[in-house]
């Protein structure tokens, strides 16, 4: 168990949907970040917030957002959804904003799936 | 811009056998380099890591890599396989300075046959 949380661990919806997938860092830890795995596209990095503030932008599309609460819990929003979007979406925290040493843990994941 | 290559999609060995995963990055400085595994269903779990100092690195369950910077490699191995190793094992390179995201490779699949 890494100590990072994400909920739901199953989430089916529609083409055209909006879904929230959550996440909790480790305790202390004060990165998150967002990462989408599929089949075609591999594991990819979407965005990273640090302290409530973004930090860095990857492959994420307009129709996704996410942010980062004062308690350190982040939220991936995701909108529009297409078919394409069916994929495991990863939440990793770190100690610092990024770095030699600052090592990534991840959590279980949120398997969507968009029918 | 960084990247890594997993030449092996899928690999199977014997219960037993030694277990060599292959990983190659491309990166201009000195990388950050880490192996995760997936079990099925599961999240990502790290492995190792390498920073600087010794190329050799230990990691958990038994795990070792070797950094090669003359062969821009970073390969897994463990003397003998158990079945539960069976999984999904990636390298990855990353973060360094400003750039915080993991480039992950597209993952070695381990087959463990008893």
């Known amino acids: 168990d890494s100590g990072v949380t994400q909920t739901p661990k199953h989430l089916i919806t529609a083409t055209g949907q909006r879904v929230t997938l959550r996440c909790s860092p480790r305790?202390?830890?004060?990165?998150v970040y967002w990462y989408q795995q599929s089949l075609d596209q591999g594991l990819q990095f979407l965005i990273q917030y640090y302290n409530g503030e973004e930090r860095a932008k990857g492959n994420i599309l307009e129709r996704f957002s996410a942010q980062q609460f004062p308690d350190l819990h982040s939220e991936l929003n995701l909108s529009s959804l297409e078919l394409g979007d069916s994929a495991l979406y990863f939440c990793a925290s770190s100690v610092s904003s990024g770095g030699a040493s600052d090592t990534q843990y991840f959590g279980p994941g949120t398997r969507l799936t968009v029918l | 811009a960084q990247s890594v290559t997993q030449p092996d999609i899928h690999i199977t060995v014997s219960e037993g056998a030694s277990l060599e995963l292959r990983c190659n990055y491309s990166y201009g400085a000195t990388p950050y380099l880490f192996w995760y595994v997936q079990s099925p269903g599961q999240g990502l779990q790290l492995l190792l890591k390498y920073f600087s100092g010794d190329t050799l690195v230990q990691g958990i369950k038994g795990f070792e890599a070797e950094f090669k910077r003359s062969q821009s490699s970073f390969n897994l191995r463990k003397p003998s396989v158990h079945w539960s190793d069976a999984a999904e094992y990636f390298c990855a390179v990353g973060p360094t300075g400003t750039a915080s995201k993991l480039t992950f490779g597209t993952g070695t699949r381990l087959q463990v046959t008893l």
């Open positions: 305790s202390g830890d004060l990165s």
